[in-house]
């Protein structure tokens, strides 16, 4: 299978420790290292940063056979994973939403390295209570096509790409505004522009007539 278009956001190396405590210490306290996260109850993983870098700490039992971990952000976790299951890869964990905020899963090579792929979902955080209506919208025959196919394609209802469309739109970064849409989205919406013959520009809905 070819290869799909993918961004690599952060590449996130690990080294398995004997006392993930001891390790937190020697990092934070001698080295100075600042942490990010702990997670598990207790402690079995950590995440340690200098600047804007940032590496994990994973409890590992001793005398076990240490072998490397390395876990890469990417833009698009489903396209790969489907690509890795095309080509025999081994899945030592199943892709799945995680607590943590990532879709991710973990593959292996044939040292038996570990190595783990996945996007950010944003689910972190208290739940928010809302309460959907219903809004009469009518968009353009080939527009509605194409966004039919990112909803798809993103793994999100019609419903949800719109309000996370509109929820950035509506925030202002600098001198422009928020866009939930990755490099390789937008690669992916040229593609689709040109499967449903879209040939107008981002101003050409105030010229539509019916």
Not at 5 to 12: A, D, P
Not at 26 to 33: A, D, E, I, V, Y
Not at 165 to 174: D, K, N, Q, S, V
Not at 196 to 207: A, E, K, L, M
Request: hydrophobic content about 40%.
């Amino acid at each position: 299978m070819q290869s799909p278009s993918i961004e690599c956001k952060q590449v996130l190396p690990t080294l398995r420790v004997g006392n993930i405590q001891a390790s937190i210490d020697f990092f934070t306290n001698k080295l100075g290292f600042s942490l990010r996260f702990v997670w598990g109850e207790p402690v079995a993983y950590a995440g340690v940063g200098l600047g804007e870098v940032m590496m994990h700490l994973a409890q590992f039992p001793p005398g076990s056979i240490e072998k490397a971990e390395v876990n890469f952000v990417v833009s698009n976790a489903n396209a790969l994973y489907k690509m890795h299951l095309e080509n025999g890869v081994p899945i030592r964990v199943p892709i799945g939403d995680r607590e943590y905020g990532l879709r991710d899963y973990g593959t292996e090579d044939p040292d038996g390295n570990q190595i783990g792929f996945g996007h950010y979902i944003y689910n972190q955080g208290s739940p928010i209570k809302i309460e959907r209506i219903d809004v009469p919208v009518r968009l353009e025959k080939r527009l509605a096509a194409l966004l039919a196919d990112l909803a798809a394609h993103k793994g999100m209802s019609i419903s949800g790409t719109l309000e996370e469309t509109l929820l950035h739109t509506f925030e202002r970064i600098g001198d422009t505004i928020a866009n939930p849409h990755t490099l390789s989205d937008l690669e992916y919406i040229q593609a689709l522009k040109k499967k449903h013959g879209i040939d107008y520009d981002v101003h050409g809905s105030y010229r539509f007539r019916e």
